[in-house]
């Protein structure tokens, strides 16, 4: 398959007219000046477009603290919520999205949402039923993006799990389909075989786990970078190196980890059910690193994995 174009920012409110630089070092290009995250998206290669700022929910319990969440991600600006079967609370993610648009008389389509399928439904049939009871769990007509959450070993149901994608997209049951977890030998075998080229793939990426190669081979397909675990699950936001440039920038460490991510472009999840720190994250699209900054940052980057074995990959 050809290669497709560059993922470009597209900017929704079209009083936005502002053109980002780029800058070039470390193999990038990508946005000098963050976008606001109610202001830009992500256009994918089948045309849609992904805000670029996610609230991810994994291991948010499946009741009230979760809907309070997303109800306060969604009333901060929030338009895009990253769930999956495997996180067992699509019903919380639901109800509050569902009760926000008809408090707000938003319309549907403003609201992106994304769910996964997870490795025990692999398989044509069981793909189809697990992304039918998913939109049961939601109470929703379709996902804006539905992901294979993990290639598992089984190459075979792998690949039909991706036709049954394919096929729920033509039904118009998902809007965009797409991978995670996926190394370059995944994308390979899947590309051999594919009609519809994944529209992203979802994977740990931060300063301390940067996955260069397996982002590069994306590129090369038009297939965009969805960052979870961008904040290292915590993990680094005392490290000397990262307190060190947020005091620098008056900034807090999760911001910088944060604007590191979006400047290359990527869609960030970062997961909270803290009120303060789900507005705090928005303000990551609201400053500039300096090239030094991105030069100290883009130093760290080893395959330091703060998500375990389980979802590492051959890049």
Known sequence: MAAAAAIP??????????????????GYSSPVEPPSPGSFTVKLNDGNEIPLLALGVYKAPNGQETEDAVTIALDAGYRHIDSAARYANEEAC?????????????????????TKLWDADHGYEATLGALCESLRKFQLDYFDLYLIHSP???????????????????????????????????????????????????????????????????????????????????DKLR???????????????AQILLNWNISRGNIVL??????????????????????????????LGSENYVTGSLHRSED
Request: aromatic share 6%; glycine share 6%.
């Open 9 to 26: 920012l597209t900017p929704l409110d079209t009083r936005i007219e502002r053109v980002l630089p780029t800058r070039e070092d470390s």
């Open 94 to 114: 639901g109800r509050a999205v569902r009760k926000w648009l008809e408090k707000t008389g938003t319309p549907r389509e403003d609201v992106f949402i994304t």
């Open 152 to 234: 598992s070993d089984d190459k075979e149901k792998r690949h039909q799990s991706w036709r049954a994608l394919e096929t729920a997209q033509k039904l118009g049951k998902v809007r965009s389909i797409g991978v995670s977890n996926f190394g370059a030998s995944h994308l390979d075998g899947l590309l051999a075989e594919a009609r519809v080229v994944p529209a992203v793939n979802q994977i740990e990426v931060h300063p301390f786990c940067q996955r260069r190669a397996l982002i590069d081979v994306c590129r090369g397909h038009g297939i965009a970078i969805e960052a979870y675990s961008p904040l290292a699950r915590g």
């Open 239 to 253: 490290d000397p190196r990262i307190t060190r440039i947020a005091e620098r920038n008056g900034r807090t460490p």
């Open 270 to 299: 970062p997961k909270s059910l803290t009120a303060g720190r789900i507005l705090s994250n928005m303000e990551s699209f609201s400053f500039t690193l300096s090239p030094e900054d991105f030069a100290e940052l883009d130093a």
